[in-house]
């Protein structure tokens, strides 16, 4: 099995809305990373975990909360969020930590924040 | 901190080779090269990497000169379905890390 799944597909949330985006990989991998990818943009790397620890937080604002429960799971709460922070948030993971190691995405989350 | 450079769009059409260059001027040594391929509304997929020279596998190939300066995504004999966005990505195993700007390729028939 080598696929991510992320859940939901799509989310509308305001401002004032608390949610969570999920993530699962049943692969063994080490490393969960969470992506956000603007429309025509590069995915922009926003977290990483390694053996379940968050080891970079690219200075994303406090209303993203990563979470890694365990080594199959990943989640990102949502809190507070703006406008701007509309994107596609996709889940990767991968053997150990880092770019030598081949990513495997998930199909991602469209988030759309009213 | 690797900045890389990709040509914004590339056109093609079915049968040819189509080669993409990633320019990394400032790559480190523990750095490596890894390219991947976007569709619309999906999350990339790894197609090739590599640390030095050529690598070869049953999609795609990548030539790395000696001075690690630039990559190079070969994809031979293109088809409608190659058109997609490719991502060079270079970084160490340590850092944070990023994506290249992407390269639209448009495979025409």
């Known amino acids: 099995d080598t696929e991510v799944t992320q859940t939901p597909k799509h989310l509308v949330m305001g401002m004032t809305n608390k949610k969570s985006l999920k993530c699962e990989q049943h692969m063994g991998h080490r490393a969960m990373y969470w992506y956000k990818q603007k429309a025509k943009k590069p995915p922009e790397l926003m977290f990483v975990y390694s053996y379940e620890k968050l080891s970079i937080n690219e200075s994303v604002p406090s209303r993203f909360s990563p979470e890694c429960p365990n080594s199959s799971l990943l989640n990102l709460h949502l809190h507070a969020l703006q406008p701007e922070d509309s994107a596609l948030y996709l889940c990767a993971s991968s053997q150990e930590r880092g770019p030598s190691y081949e990513q495997y995405f998930g199909p991602g989350t469209r988030l759309t924040v009213t | 901190l690797a900045k890389t450079t990709q040509p914004i769009s590339m056109d093609s059409y079915e049968g040819q080779e189509v080669n993409i260059t990633c320019s990394h001027n400032?790559?480190?040594?523990?750095?490596?090269i890894t390219w991947y391929q976007q569709f619309p509304s999906q999350g990339p997929r790894f197609i090739i990497q590599?640390?030095?020279t050529k690598v070869t596998n049953e999609v795609a190939s990548l030539f790395i000169p000696a001075d690690r300066k630039s990559s190079t995504l070969s994809l031979p004999r293109v088809s409608l379905s190659d058109t997609a966005v490719y991502y060079c990505l270079v970084g160490d195993n340590f850092n944070k890390f990023y994506f290249g700007s992407g390269t639209k390729l448009n495979v025409k028939p």
């Open positions: 400032n790559i480190a040594t523990n750095d490596y």
């Open positions: 590599g640390y030095k």
